[in-house]
Nanobody, 116 residues
């Protein structure tokens, strides 16, 4: 089982990035999918999540109105569209798959750096 993130990079404040999380070895439609981020020395933070059928999406207050999570179960891929990026969004972003109450699988992460 693998979750592989891509799309990170360096962007100026106010810019946009689109992260992707491609799954192999599991069927994403069975899982709640989420994006987390972590800054070195700080705890991992929930960013956004989406139910298996995209019926419910949830966001951290810090990203509401700027980030959008989506999924394409046919492509076994989850996305995070990030707009109006701020320097405080700089972090390593990871996707995770949750079945019931436990996050079973995690990706290695992709680094996002927002310059001021």
């Amino acid at each position: 089982v693998q979750l592989v993130e891509s799309g990170g990079g360096l962007v100026q404040a106010g810019g946009s990035l689109r992260l992707s999380c491609a799954a192999s070895g599991l069927t994403l439609s069975s899982y709640f999918m989420a994006w987390f981020r972590q800054v070195r020395g700080k705890e991992r933070e929930f960013v956004a999540g989406v139910t298996w059928n995209s019926g419910t999406r949830s966001y951290a207050d810090s990203v509401k109105g700027r980030f959008t999570i989506s999924r394409d179960n046919a492509k076994n891929t989850v996305y995070l569209q990030m707009n109006s990026l701020k320097p405080e969004d700089t972090a390593v972003y990871s996707c995770a798959a949750r079945f019931q109450l436990t996050y079973n699988y995690w990706g290695q992460g992709t680094r996002v750096t927002v310059s001021s």
